[in-house]
């Protein structure tokens, strides 16, 4: 038959066909006939993939001598017509002797053309009557592991097809395949591979720099998202449940700590516009950290820095930019203390990762400025030059007193993609085994391997690295080792130690790297804050919330986020401007000054809750020869309010001629630099004369005579009618009859009431300094003679 030529032993469909058909004679002319057929007409009669074979378990993954193999999984019929006598089989493949004969094999594990391998015989298969088009049957095979007729230690191809016949086409034909790997180590290796797998407990960006005003600060959250990832059944809380029951090295964002940390007391989630609503998941935040205290009690942590920073991206966009490396020690500064704090143990923060391990001069550079002696690299990066025919131990010594862990690319990358589907989580298990089981056999010397996966596993992908692990630590090849020990063994003297060119770096990575604008925009936010905060009376409760904000925005998390990265950036630079302009100063309108000297209120606000100092408030003249501050051009004058309040500040001044001048208020801080908007307003001077004073004063003395007349003559007229009431005069006086006489205004005789009106009560006369009436060049009440001392603090806002 034509498939003998594509096996490896029995040819099992032929004798599946002979044994089924019973047709001897009619089937012989076929069969001659089908012989003299190219090997390849098997798939060309019955198409490829005419029946697919998908994979759902197959356990144990790396069997050992005396064991059951068992596989299970579906067949799904993809042509129109029925399949009938159909049954699936199971088939040993040929020895795999080295890893990239792993990673051939794989490329075709459903190839019909490549080589099918041995069936294992009738006993263990699965037959069905009719596949019927577009329906899925399960199978489920179990076989003795002796019964496979496996050899020597290794990795054997081990396949499952399904044959049949169709109406077109009446003979018992392969009609799919899948094929994946089977390791093999029937006993204890003589020795064994020493493996280190990193498990990453990491998220995306999830906190703002917004807190409330309250003594409490509550945090603001950009979603609730980080919720759901801790939630049972959540991607994060599907790693804490996995790792663990595993042998790992725990590597966490201390970051997701803190948020996570945040979210076990009062927190809000952002909102459109500037509404916050309030978050209800504390309980679910505090089982989270619970549980991972006690996953992690006893076992090594590696922290990395804050907020898991682009060390490429700041490496290749960002040491140009002042202060950007800074910010990279900070982050490394908080890492310890926040994972102590939330997770009670001690991690170690020796290590850097860079993305996917790839790795130039100016990565490791950047990596190590911050304290790091160790750089987590991969071996697709750091390449092996030497000509090797064995995988190296991890540790390399690559000077200046670094040491390069190199993970191992192929077993780093063995569960990336959508591993949702049973099948492909199968096929991604069992290779992973098997290239581990590879390196072990390549040589006698027992070498260190870190696995470095990928930094935010699907709850899928993390499923199937687990049920690895699971395998890998009963297998009979493999021991766990923690990290540090790793980096600490002794490198290979025959392996690469030199870092690759800026060039080889991948345009794939360089091209989702943080541009040098968003360096730019951090350096200008940093500035701001670095401002702002010497006025603070309580600094941290600025500092702290926007330093953190600061790492998010450098965070690995941002790649292929651009916009997104954006808009954050955006949002701390504003809310940081927001609060920068709750202190400033309360605008003028123009002020009259009339007179030589008099005193300017310019009012300082501040709706901050906590109070400002440090700050000074400067009043300058655009023209001192009009208009002098304080005797100066300008005058300065120390400022603090309280929070919540304003402070009216005011300033000496003094004219030295009539008109308008632009006096400019502006803040600064102590050392010099400019707060906030400055306040402009104009000052008219109109400045009383020599002249005017000499009216002024002939006016009020006329009225200080005036006055005084009108008492002497009133004084005369009661004296005189006093001495008219003692009786007549000498000769004999009037008849007491007598009219009174209506003397003329001027004679001796006495007033009559009732017809005079030119007296004044005396009340009524005014005296100099009593009382006098306001005068229309009296200085208006903004700039009313006073003290020109600051006024107390505690005036309360208007809002």
Not at 703 to 731: C, N, W
């Amino acid at each position: 038959m034509a498939e003998a030529a594509d096996f490896q032993g029995t040819p099992s469909p032929a004798r599946r066909w002979l044994r089924r058909t019973g047709a001897l004679l009619a089937g012989a002319p076929l069969l001659a006939g089908l012989m003299q057929l190219p090997a390849a007409t098997p798939a060309q009669a019955a198409g490829s993939d005419t029946v697919s074979v998908a994979l759902d378990s197959l356990s144990p993954s790396a069997p050992s001598d005396g064991e059951t193999l068992t596989v299970s999984g579906t067949v799904t019929n993809n042509g129109k017509q029925a399949v009938t006598d159909a049954h699936v089989d199971l088939r040993v493949g040929a020895l795999l002797s080295t890893r990239s004969a792993i990673d051939t094999a794989a490329q075709h594990s459903d190839d019909l053309q490549a080589s099918l391998g041995t069936d294992v015989g009738d006993k263990y298969a699965e037959d069905f009557d009719s596949l019927s088009p577009g329906v899925a049957e399960h199978f489920s095979i179990s076989v003795p592991v002796d019964k496979l007729d496996l050899g020597q230690d290794g990795v054997y191809q081990f396949g499952v097809s399904v044959s049949g016949q169709t109406s077109a086409q009446q003979w018992d034909q392969v009609l799919g395949i899948q094929r994946t790997f089977l390791p093999w180590q029937s006993s204890e290796a003589d020795t064994k591979t020493k493996t280190t797998y990193l498990w990453p407990l990491i998220s995306t960006v999830h906190v703002t720099a917004r807190t409330g005003a309250g003594e409490l600060q509550t945090p603001v959250f950009l979603n609730d998202d980080l919720a759901k990832e801790i939630s049972p059944g959540g991607r994060l809380a599907q790693m804490l449940a996995l790792g663990k029951e595993l042998d790992v090295t725990w590597v966490i964002d201390p970051d997701l700590l803190a948020s996570v940390d945040a979210m076990t007391r009062n927190y809000r989630i952002q909102g459109a516009g500037d509404s916050t609503t309030a978050g209800t998941h504390q309980a679910v935040a505090k089982q989270f950290l619970s549980d991972l205290q006690d996953a992690v009690a006893d076992r090594e942590v590696v922290a990395l820095p804050f907020a898991d920073p682009d060390l490429a991206s700041l490496a290749h966009n960002g040491t140009s930019v002042t202060g950007s490396l800074s910010h990279l020690k900070d982050a490394t500064d908080v890492a310890a203390t926040t994972v102590k704090t939330v997770l009670h143990v001690t991690a170690d923060t020796d290590f850097a990762w860079p993305v996917d391990g790839a790795v130039d001069p100016s990565i490791i550079k950047v990596a190590t400025s911050a304290g790091a002696d160790k750089v987590i690299a991969r071996s697709d990066s750091l390449q092996e030059t030497g000509g090797l025919t064995y995988t190296p131990s991890a540790a390399r010594p690559i000077g200046g007193g670094t040491t390069a862990v190199v993970a191992d690319a192929r077993l780093s990358t063995a569960f990336e993609g959508d591993l949702t589907n049973a099948d492909s989580a199968v096929l991604s298990v069992q290779k992973f085994l098997a290239q581990s089981l590879a390196l072990n056999t390549q040589t006698g010397e027992q070498r260190s391997i870190v696995v470095a996966p990928q930094r935010m596993p699907s709850a899928s992908q993390a499923q199937a690295m687990a049920t690895a692990i699971t395998a890998l630590q009963d297998s009979n090849w493999s021991q766990f080792q923690d990290l540090a020990s790793a980096a600490q063994d002794k490198p290979d003297p025959g392996a690469t130690t030199k870092i690759p060119s800026s060039s080889a770096y991948p345009s794939s990575l360089r091209k989702q790297e943080l541009p040098r604008t968003a360096f730019e925009q951090i350096a200008r936010t940093q500035d701001k804050l670095d401002n702002f905060q010497v006025i603070l009376t309580d600094e941290s409760r600025v500092v702290t919330p926007f330093g953190r904000a600061i790492n998010r925005e450098m965070s690995t998390s941002w790649r292929g986020r651009g916009s997104e990265a954006d808009t954050f950036r955006t949002g701390v630079e504003s809310w940081l401007d927001d609060l920068i302009g709750q202190v400033k100063l309360i605008d003028k309108s123009e002020t009259k000054l009339s007179g030589r000297s008099a005193t300017i209120p310019v009012t300082v606000q501040n709706n901050l809750v906590q109070g400002v100092d440090h700050l000074v408030l400067r009043l300058t003249s655009s023209m001192p020869t009009r208009l002098e501050i304080g005797g100066k051009p300008y005058y300065e004058q120390q400022v603090e309010v309280s929070g919540g309040h304003s402070q009216s500040v005011k300033f000496s001044t003094s004219a030295n001629a009539n008109g308008r001048v632009e006096v400019t208020a502006q803040l600064y801080t102590e050392d010099g630099q400019e707060y906030g908007d400055p306040v402009k307003f104009d000052v008219k001077v109109t400045e009383v004369t020599p002249t005017v004073m000499l009216v002024i004063g002939g006016g009020v003395l006329l009225l200080v005579l005036a006055g005084f007349r009108m008492y002497t003559h009133r004084k005369r007229a009661t004296a005189r009618q006093a001495e008219e009431s003692d009786g007549p005069d000498e000769a004999g006086g009037a008849a007491p009859d007598a009219p009174e006489s209506d003397g003329p205004e001027g004679t001796d005789g006495p007033e009559n009431p009732g017809t005079r009106d030119d007296r004044l009560p005396q009340e009524s006369v005014a005296r100099p300094g009593e009382d006098d009436p306001e005068q229309p060049s009296d200085p208006t009440p903004d700039t009313a003679p006073e003290s020109a001392d600051p006024s107390e603090t505690g005036e309360r806002v208007d809002r």
